[in-house]
């Protein structure tokens, strides 16, 4: 009976697991999964966006998505390598031993901003309730090899995360840029993929070796794979190419394609130095500062507006957790 109610988990389409993926470096993968992450955790009465529980798991053995929360590297202890290289058969304490907690990732960015601020008290914008963090760190790029020879190497992430699903509306996770065994894992554990393109020439070219990644993926371990998504990245609405690639995009994949693209905005470039999301850091403003934080933070309302749409369509109503929670 375990086996049918374990395959069945990722055939839920209102369950939002969703790996943000494109083996191209530097398309933006890791600065999209943080900031939907920390704006769909956070909710915003002004974008008309509930809170959400939600967990971010970072699968690049840079570990970046701990960095963009400021959170020091010698402090991080279980990573998603212990997780995946887990050989006991045991189900792991993943909430209490595994996960950064809301507590933990506040007072890190609380810290590193006091620390770039000389020594100033840190904005209350820089608290999150509802926002846990699987890290990794760099021993996770022995993983693929060690990987290699152990039973069940593709659906490692899958079978360790299933204990504490439920637990959450949306899993996020954040992919290294190459399709390797990795990405397959966090192919394996979703049923979304989220994808964003780099507005420039050869962004196409790696956009259809990853649709072909997605159907082998699809045809041979996770049927229940697909696409939640297209976001234009790091777009120069000046840019005659920019415009090119993002009409090519919407061609491809009209209805995938979201509305609110993301400017190449250099507020969104420091955040990650200043240890928190441009959506938590800068106050979402038309113009200036708050531009990158704005567009962020409209990506994050037509997100969930995309889930709301799909839920009607199938007839779910799935409230989020927080509502649902008595305790709080
Ligand atoms: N909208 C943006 N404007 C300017 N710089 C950006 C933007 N988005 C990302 N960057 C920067 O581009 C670089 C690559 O982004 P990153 O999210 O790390 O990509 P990936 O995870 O796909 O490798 C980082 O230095 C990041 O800060
Ligand atoms: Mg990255």
Known sequence: ????????????????????ANQKGGCAKTTTAVNLA?????????????????????????????TSFGVEKKKVKRTAYDLLTNDTGEDLPLMDEYLISPRDLTESMKEAWSMRNGGKAAPENLTVDNLW???????????????????????????????????????????????????????????????????????????????????????RINRNLKIFGVAMTMVDARSKLSRHVCDQVNTKMPKKLFKTTIRRLVKVAEAPWSGAPT??????????????????????????????????????????????????
Request: aromatic letters at 6%.
């Open 133 to 219: 963090l699987l890290p990794s760190d760099i021993h996770l790029s022995g993983a693929e090899i060690e990987l290699s020879h152990k039973i069940g190497r593709e659906t490692r992430l899958r079978e360790a995360l299933l204990p504490i699903i439920d637990n959450f509306d949306y899993i996020i996770i954040d992919t290294p840029p190459s399709l390797g065994l990795l990405s397959i894992n966090a192919m394996c554990a979703a049923n979304w993929v989220m994808v964003p393109v780099q507005a420039e020439y050869y962004a196409l070219e790696g956009f259809s070796m990853l649709m072909n990644s997605i159907k082998m993926i699809q045809r």
């Open 1 to 20: 009976m375990a086996w049918i109610v374990r395959g069945l988990w990722s055939v839920n389409p209102y369950k939002m697991v969703i790996a943000v």
């Open 38 to 66: 920390a704006a769909l955790s956070k909710g915003s009465k002004r974008q008309k966006l509930p809170p959400a529980k939600v967990l971010l798991i970072d699968l690049d053995p840079q570990g970046n998505c701990a």
């Open 279 to 328: 959506v938590l850091l800068n106050k979402p403003t038309n113009s200036g500062a708050g531009a990158g934080s704005l567009e962020y933070w409209t990506l994050a309302k037509e997100f969930h507006q995309r889930v709301m749409a799909m839920r009607r369509e199938f007839g779910v109503n799935e409230q989020p957790r927080l509502l649902l929670d008595p305790n709080r």
